[in-house]
Structure formats: structure tokens, C-alpha cells
């Protein structure tokens, strides 16, 4: 009998900004294809998540079935996936779902930066509330009847012009909704883009109000520091006592007098 592994559990996390540079639509539909041949499959399902199997074998595992018949990078991600310990079977496909969304994602932005991110998620959200207005349209793609590719072509003819982003994730939350309902998970969809867009705005807060000339200043600071053209957004918060603080994403610069006075109290013991 097979050792039980020691791996612990973890939350399935593969870092997208490795292949975010070269991103296209092409491999998230890859992705996608590989989940639902995973979905569809619960022999390979238990495979790729048995906890007796080594983590190395999960992901050679993913490669023998997958190398030369997919995109090398969706197979990448999917065996980088697999070699992590799954807590469910569930959660091997949920996360594999979230990556392909976020390499659409990262696609847009290849293609027009942050602006790109604004409209796909506009897009997205546009394409749900036509939705939540028309019983008839969501009877329609929930009608278990009617195969993936008619759903398709109803969401194309549905469909304002958009982006090959958007309608990739229009036609996947129609046609392959895992269970959920297509209008909820464009919104899941939406939110995970949206996201990736708190990559390119800058939330600034100031003790006092900044001149035209210190926000361009601090723009151009900024936009060479991170190598991007970010939008910047502005506050004043009066408990800052002086300085700035400045968060891009996860990323926190305080230069404010409040910070560095509580690292001196910290320093202190104060």
C-alpha cells in the first residue's frame, strides 16, 4: 500500500506573471480545454490529486498526457497545478479555471495596458446585466438541452463588439459554467480581472493637497519606478501629519511622518 504523503495542504497558487509577458487568448483556450478534459475525466482527476502519488509524478503525469497536444504553457500550468496537494478534486479545477481568466487577463493587458483591463471588465459586466434582464436569455443557456456550441453562437449574436478577451470569457461562462450560473460567474470572472487592473492604479494619500506640478512629479516618479503608465488616484488624509503614502497593487510605499513615527515608538518600545 501507497505511503500517505506529507505534503501539507495549501491553497493552489501558480504565480501567472512567469508567462504574463507572452500571454495570448490562444493559451487560455488551452487551459480551459485541459480543465475540461480534467472535469470530465474522474479516474485522471483522482490521479492528479491522489496524495500518495508524489508531486513530481502528478505533474509528469500532466505532461505525458498533455505535451505535444497542447500549448506547452497551458501544460506547464496545469502540471505546476498538479504537483501541488489538492484539499479537493474541486479545488485542482477551480484554480485551473482562475489562471486561464487570469492569463486572458494578462493577454488584454499585453494588448492595450490598464486600459485594456477597464474595458474587459466593463465588458464582462455589460454582458451580465443583459443577462439579469432577460429570463428568457437565462433560460436559454441553462437549458440542458442545447448542446456548448449552440450556446456559443446565441452569446456571439448577443454580444456588443468587444474584445477576443471578452468573448472568450462570455462564451466559456455560457458553455462550460462548472455548475454555476453564467451571469454569476462572468461577475466571478469580472472580479478576477479587475483584480490584475489594482496592478496599474496608484492609490496616493497625502497629508495636505498635492499642486499640478508635484502630481506630474510624482506620476513620472512612479510610472519609471514600476515601468508602466499608471492612473493615479488621490487623497488627502490629515492623520498622515506629513509625506505620502502610495499602494500599487499589494505594494505599500509609506513615506509618511504617521509611519516612520510608529516605527521609532516600535524601535523604542514605546
Known sequence: MAEASNEPFRPLT?????????????????LFEILDIVDGNGALRRALTDPSRAADDRARLVH????????????????????????????????????AVMLTAAAAENRGGGHALESLVDELIRFRSMLDRSAEVQRAFSDPRAGAEAKITLARRLMTPGSEESALLVERAVSEPRGA????????????????????????????????DQLARLRDGLNRLYGRDLKLTTEVNPALVGGLRVQVGEEIIDGSVTHRLNQLQQRIGA
Open 14 to 30: 501558480v504565480d501567472v506573471d512567469r508567462w504574463a509577458q507572452s500571454a495570448s487568448t490562444g493559451t487560455s483556450r488551452q
Open 181 to 212: 450560473l453564467p451571469g454569476r460567474l462572468l461577475e466571478r470572472f469580472a472580479q478576477w480581472v479587475a483584480d490584475r487592473q489594482q496592478r496599474w492604479i496608484a492609490r496616493v494619500e497625502t497629508a495636505r493637497p498635492l499642486g499640478e
Open 64 to 99: 505525458t498526457l498533455f505535451d505535444g497536444r497542447a500549448d506547452a504553457v497551458a501544460v506547464e500550468i496545469a502540471a505546476a497545478l498538479a504537483s501541488q496537494r489538492s484539499a479537493t478534486e474541486r479545488q485542482l479545477g477551480d484554480e485551473m479555471e482562475h489562471l
